[in-house]
């Protein structure tokens, strides 16, 4: 199982990048996904959330839909796009995979993640 | 948002000695099926955090049986039964009963 990400580099604030996360090893279409962050000295934070079938998603509500996660079943690759960038999005970025196959909400508990892939650091500065 | 709070942050340990780390929740993580909803991860220098146990007390493939976990409710507890100098890392937990969030990580340094 490989969760490969790319896409991080510098931004200006209200700028804007796309994070990738290309997977291979597993049915891409069994498991959720989702991103999480780890900003400097402070705690992992998530940040959105997709389902198998991309049908569903979750977004941390502090980020007031300035980020958009969305699939691509054919590349087998998860993207976050995020716009209107800010000094406080610098962070390490990491894609992951729910732990188990299927999908999980409040009525059912929701996954763990597992495995993690590397992070990609995202630096917004002027 | 369910806080979780982890101590100590930082525990510096001497080879073959035990050590431990606990993790408090705001609220319980445990649902009606049973299940707590808490995970442990450790993040080793320059890696990606990986997975030792999910739902509180499940050891993920290929971690040593010198780790145990367990708790129930509020709070949890993850064990090292005699720490190596591979054991040197980051260790966090998470909880997903209400989307995600993780505890602030617990440095484990070797003496």
């Known amino acids: 199982v490989q969760l490969v990400v790319s896409g991080g580099g510098s931004a200006q604030p209200g700028g804007s990048l796309t994070l990738s996360c290309a997977v291979s090893?597993?049915?891409?279409?069994?498991?959720?996904m989702s991103w999480v962050r780890q900003a400097p000295g402070k705690r992992l934070e998530w940040l959105a959330y997709?389902?198998?079938?991309?049908?569903?998603?979750y977004y941390e509500e502090s980020l007031q839909r300035r980020f958009t996660i969305s699939r691509d079943s054919v590349g087998k690759t998860v993207y976050l796009q995020m716009s209107r960038l800010r000094a406080e999005d610098t962070a390490l970025y990491y894609c992951?995979?729910?732990?188990?196959?299927?999908?999980?909400?409040?009525?059912?508990?929701?996954?763990?993640?597992?495995?993690w892939g590397q992070g990609t650091l995202v630096t917004v500065s002027s | 948002d369910i806080v979780l709070t982890q101590s100590p942050l930082s525990l510096t340990v001497a080879p073959g000695e035990p050590a431990s780390i606990s993790c408090r929740s705001s609220?319980?993580?445990?649902?009606?099926?049973?299940?707590?909803?808490l995970h442990w991860y450790v993040q080793k220098p320059g890696q990606s955090p990986q997975l030792l146990f999910s739902?509180?007390?499940n050891r993920a493939s290929g971690v040593p049986d010198r780790f145990s976990a367990g708790g129930s409710g509020t709070h949890f507890t993850l064990n090292i039964n005699g720490v190596e100098a591979e054991d040197v890392g980051l260790y966090f937990c998470?909880?997903?009963?209400?989307?995600?969030?993780f505890g602030q990580g617990t440095k484990v340094e070797i003496k």
């Open positions: 609220q319980s993580l445990l649902r009606s099926n049973g299940n707590n909803y």
């Open positions: 997709i389902s198998s079938s991309g049908n569903t998603k």
């Open positions: 998470m909880q997903s009963l209400h989307i995600w969030t």
């Open positions: 090893g597993f049915t891409f279409s069994d498991f959720e």
């Open positions: 739902l509180a007390s």
């Open positions: 992951l995979r729910g732990g188990v196959p299927g999908n999980y909400d409040v009525s059912t508990g929701y996954n763990f993640f597992d495995p």
